[in-house]
């Protein structure tokens, strides 16, 4: 599943995979954490609808308990994060942001590699990596960033769902201000 938006964004948000109701619509961020993002994306000042959002793999990785119907989530490794990479460097190539939001672990490795760490390096201003400039464009002609965040779902998990919200929402005003 590739993402969904405006293809001349200017803000790129790049979750970690589809997630069961995701997978089922055909659509990125459409379940409960989407929900969640969309109503700190308002908080913040950015507007969705002007936004891209995407995944960094882009297949839903899931098990089944035995007898279950549920589809559990289950975490992508390397090796699909490499093999889906050229699917979200076209994405960001042809959209050519001027701000990149990692929504979670998963998606700051697959934008910045194995050492990323989103708990050392969110809500910051990171450089970004000129292998993100769009097609044909000059990567010095204008600044741009990424903003790594904790993902949505983290909050739907989260014990002090109040605090992780409100880390979440000052990370996407870094982002906003960085636009």
């Given at each position: 599943?590739?993402?969904?938006?405006?293809?001349?964004?200017?803000?790129?948000?790049?979750?970690?995979?589809?997630?069961?109701?995701?997978?089922?619509?055909?659509?990125?961020?459409?379940?409960?954490?989407?929900?969640?993002?969309?109503?700190?994306?308002?908080?913040?000042?950015?507007?969705?609808?002007?936004?891209?959002?995407?995944?960094?793999?882009?297949?839903?990785?899931?098990?089944?308990?035995?007898?279950?119907?549920?589809?559990?989530?289950?975490?992508?490794?390397?090796?699909?994060?490499?093999?889906?990479?050229?699917?979200?460097?076209?994405?960001?190539?042809?959209?050519?942001?001027?701000?990149v939001v990692a929504l979670g672990a998963t998606a700051g490795k697959a934008l910045?590699?194995?050492?990323?760490?989103?708990?050392?390096?969110?809500?910051?201003?990171?450089?970004?990596?000129?292998?993100?400039?769009?097609?044909?464009?000059?990567?010095?002609?204008?600044?741009?960033?990424?903003?790594?965040?904790?993902?949505?779902?983290?909050?739907?998990?989260?014990?002090?769902?109040?605090?992780?919200?409100?880390?979440?929402?000052?990370?996407?005003?870094?982002?906003?201000?960085?636009?």
């Amino acid at each position: 599943m590739f993402g969904k938006g405006d293809t001349s964004a200017r803000i790129v948000l790049v979750g970690e995979q589809p997630g069961d109701q995701e997978d089922k619509q055909g659509e990125p961020f459409v379940g409960p954490a989407g929900r969640l993002l969309g109503k700190a994306l308002e908080e913040a000042g950015i507007d969705r609808s002007a936004a891209y959002v995407t995944n960094a793999v882009k297949h839903f990785k899931f098990t089944r308990p035995e007898g279950g119907k549920r589809r559990i989530h289950k975490a992508p490794d390397l090796r699909e994060l490499t093999a889906c990479r050229p699917w979200l460097l076209a994405e960001l190539h042809l959209i050519g942001p001027d701000v990149v939001v990692a929504l979670g672990a998963t998606a700051g490795k697959a934008l910045l590699g194995g050492s990323f760490r989103v708990t050392k390096d969110r809500g910051t201003l990171i450089p970004l990596p000129e292998e993100y400039a769009a097609e044909g464009g000059d990567p010095a002609d204008r600044d741009r960033f990424l903003v790594a965040t904790l993902h949505p779902s983290a909050i739907l998990r989260a014990d002090d769902r109040e605090a992780a919200y409100a880390g979440l929402l000052s990370d996407l005003r870094v982002a906003a201000r960085a636009l």
